[in-house]
């Protein structure tokens, strides 16, 4: 459940991004000038957000294949307590 929960979180994080990837961009001169209320350092700050969150999303994917070939493929257990 935790690895599904990250994954919702990363994914959640880079739709949000992209969603304000308009409203983050500094001012250019172009004609979509209204759109744009940012700076340059809220456009980096956008850009590491993504990166960082695609990143959270591969390696949970590698996290989850991982789980699930050692349950289905090798029936692995998780220890009990």
Sequence with gaps: QRL???ASIS?????TSWLLTNF???????NMDKFYFG????C???????????AGIMCNSVFLSS???L???YNWRASER
């Design 24 to 30: 983050m961009m500094p001012k250019h001169g172009s």
């Design 39 to 42: 700076n340059i350092t809220s």
């Design 4 to 6: 599904i929960c990250f």
């Design 67 to 69: 789980h699930y070939l």
């Design 71 to 73: 349950r289905i493929k």
């Design 11 to 15: 994914d959640l994080m880079v739709s």
């Design 44 to 54: 980096r700050v956008q850009g590491f957000i993504i990166q960082l969150s695609l």
